[in-house]
Each structure stands twice: as C-alpha cells, then as structure tokens.
C-alpha cells in the first residue's frame, strides 16, 4: 500500500487508515486482531482510535485502545505502526461539560499511553471544542506535551473552521505548533439535515474545503465510507443509513460513482474512498470495517487514482451519465 506524508510531519502513513470504534467489543478481540494482522500485511501502517471508544457500552472503558495495545505488544510492532488516538472528549453522561482542561489533556494523554501499552502517540486528536475556551490555552497544552515526547504530533476533530484557523494563527503568532490534520466527518455522500443528534459532531463543509485548499492541512475523515451506504444500495440498507443518506442527492451520486466503478473495473468501495484519497490535498480516509471481506474491499481503493474530472463528475449534482 502506498504512503503519504502529512504535511509539516515526519508522519509517512497509509493512504488508508483503519479505525477501530468497536474493536474489543461488536468486533471481538480475537478477530481485531486478525484485520491488523491483514491490514498490516497490505502494508497498512496508520491507526485511529479514541480515548472513549465504546465506553457507550455498559461495562466497558477505552476497549478499543485497550485491544489496540495488546496486539501491538503481542506482535511487537510499535515501532512500525502510526498510532493515532483521541481525547478530550465531554463526559458521557454530561455532554454539556468541557474537558480540554490542562489537567484533562493531561489525565487522557497518560490514561491513553497506559492503555495502548506505549510511551508515545504518533498524532492526538483532540476528539471535541469547546467554543467557550481560548484557543491559547488548548495550544499551549498541546505544546508542552510534545515537549515532554508523550506525543509527537496533534490534531483536531470536529471542530469548525473559524476555530480551527484561530487555533493555527495563534501558534504562528507565539511560534509554536499548530494543528497538522483535521478529522471531520466527511465521505462522497451527503448527510441529511437534522439526522445527526449529536451536534458536535462537524462535517466537512465548502468553507472548511476551501481551508484545505489554502492550507494545505492534511484531512483524515471518520465515516468515509457514510456507513457502507453506497455498496448497500438499495435492499440492504438499515432504517438509521436510510435516515441519516437517503436523498435524492446521494442516489444520484450512487448512479456516477457505479459508473467509475465500472469504467475503472473495481469496487464501489475503491471509488467512494478514491473520491477522498484523489483531493488536492492530502487527505487520508479512515475505514470502519467487521470482517476480512470489507477490509480487503476497501483497501483496493489503494490502487485507484480517480483524476481531478473524475473527482469532480462525482461531486457535480448537475453532471449526467455519459450516454
């Protein structure tokens, strides 16, 4: 599998990185560990956890780290793999209440090592924002945890772009460093209106687009695959994808992205991800996968490089099929 290189980074991931929400829990330990080993074999490099990853399941605390950092110890990989992982998320039970305090970071990023048996994080995300707190205090934090080596790099999810373009002003502004990657939702398709309860949650939007642009901050989305709904279509679909994609644009889009699909000779799967892995900027989808068949699937989008009027026929919700 190919690699990139994150902007202002020595971080050289996987175009494709894999996520592992459920991992330790509706994917069990036993079989985590055989997608890794998969992954790893395809040369697969790049992993995304959380901090709070299915905490929402009684019983359970930082499984998915937990799980993560037995298979690295097993295998005794560490030094091989991008390890990515979040923190700073609000209380469950009190979504309301902030936790990017110093003291919090501080408590994750400790709590985050201990778990994933490792003494550094390639790149730590912080999971939420709180609009409410200065940016300053945030990047300084940061800052002084890269100093002390338990992370190397940093970056934000879900947070919108006006904060995120304060966050990097401020850091250039007292010579520090700045957010190397966002992690929005953010795939081919299109999420209806008001179907997301959770509003901190942020997906990329034109404007945010526009940043990456100028920027040249790297992106790597959750959800890029918009929960398989793309390769579901149409019989197979779970009353929460049709609540969340379906819409008349998202069933046009299915028509052109089968259209590539079948011009290129590969999957949906290759043509939904080689949607976001063929941006001009860096971008690097992270998969949410169950079993060997989907990752196998998903990691042919490695192979595929849609052109810049591919990207675009695919995005353009005035463009019609090639007669």
Known sequence: MKTVTIPSTDLSPA?????SDYFGTQVPASVAGDLLDFYTAQGGNFIDTAHIYADWIPGTQSVSEK????????RRNRHRMILATKGGHPPLETPHISRLSRQDLYFDVEESLRCLQTDYIDLYWLHRDDPRMPVGDMLDTLNDLVTSGKIRYFG?????????????????????????????????????DGS????????????????HHRT?????????????FFQKLPDHLKPRDRQLYWNEINLRRAERATHLAGKYGV???????????????????????????????SLRAADVNLTAEDIAFLADDNANLPS
């Open 15 to 19: 175009c494709i990185g894999l996520g």
């Open 67 to 74: 799980t993560i950092g037995k298979w690295m110890a097993d």
């Open 156 to 192: 934000c999810s879900n947070w919108r772009v006006t904060r995120m373009a304060e966050a990097n002003a401020y850091a250039a502004a007292h010579q520090l460093r700045g957010f190397v990657a966002n992690q929005p939702s953010w795939s081919l398709a299109v999420l209806n």
């Open 196 to 211: 997301v309860a959770d509003k901190t949650l942020v997906e990329m939007d034109q404007a945010t687009i526009t940043y």
């Open 216 to 228: 040249g901050l790297a992106a790597i989305p959750y959800s890029a695959q918009a929960r398989g």
């Open 267 to 297: 999957s949906i799967s290759a043509i939904v991800l080689g949607y976001l892995t063929g941006q001009p900027f860096v971008t690097i989808p992270v998969i949410g996968t169950r079993n060997e068949v989907q990752l196998r699937d």
